[in-house]
């Protein structure tokens, strides 16, 4: 079983920068597969970024270089550093750590870009 708490979103200006962070807890948090999805209003939940275990980072076409994903085992904590934010931009942005078979997620944080 694994538990993960995201924190760091909020209201932000276009162009502007936030650092999100997802704590899992467990001592195995390290063999865990990690993503970071979000979801919009009336919009189906989407893949941002990835970081396995063995060190495979993968971004989805629309971060174009725009967003880090990185990962601190020691701290059990994930990490989404997004800069250049747009307005579509706009989301929940959910956890997501896939071990053993098991899917586990968090409850997400609120991203909103506006001016």
């Known amino acids: 079983q694994m538990e993960l708490v995201e924190s760091g979103g909020g209201l932000v200006q276009p162009g502007g920068s936030l650092r999100l962070s997802c704590v899992g807890s467990?001592?195995?948090?390290?063999?865990?597969?990690m993503y970071w999805y979000r979801q919009a209003p009336g919009q189906k939940r989407e893949r941002v970024a990835r970081?396995?275990?063995?060190?495979?980072?993968h971004y989805a076409d629309f971060v174009e270089g725009r967003f880090t994903i990185s990962r601190n085992n020691a701290k059990n904590t994930l990490y989404l550093q997004m800069t250049s934010l747009k307005p579509e931009d706009t989301a929940v942005y959910y956890c997501?750590?896939?071990?053993?078979?098991?899917?586990?997620w968090g409850q997400g944080t609120q991203v909103t870009v506006s001016s």
């Open positions: 467990g001592d195995d948090f390290s063999l865990a597969d």
């Open positions: 970081f396995s275990p063995g060190g495979i980072i």
């Open positions: 997501n750590a896939f071990r053993l078979g098991e899917n586990y």
